[in-house]
């Protein structure tokens, strides 16, 4: 079986990274680690997870409006079906030169 979660960020990057997203989850791809790193996999320019921990570009997480550090769980709160994820993230300005 898999789940279907929604993705929604304050990030967009025309033709690159365009939320609001669906991802498709494994049924054993059940956890906000696993929504991050599903994310990573698709985006590797953009750090959501490293080392099992929010990559430097995620500032903040949010499960159906809450956010994770309010749950004891953090990373390993389950998602189910049709949950709504949205991801706070913030790429340092890119020089030119």
Not at 31 to 45: A, F, M, W
Not at 75 to 81: G, I, P, Q
Request: net charge negative; charged share 35%; glycine share 8%.
């Amino acid at each position: 079986m898999k789940i279907k979660v929604n993705v929604d960020s304050n990030l967009r990057i025309k033709n690159v990274f365009e939320p609001p997203l669906e991802l498709e989850m494994r049924e054993d791809e059940n956890t906000l680690k696993d929504v991050l790193g599903k994310l990573s996999e698709k985006y590797p320019y953009l750090r959501f997870l490293e080392k099992g921990e929010m990559g430097d570009d995620l500032h903040h997480l949010y499960l159906n409006g809450e956010s994770h550090f309010s749950f004891s769980e953090g990373l390993k709160r389950k998602v189910a079906e049709g949950d709504t994820i949205r991801v706070e993230a913030y790429m340092d300005p890119l020089a030119g030169g």
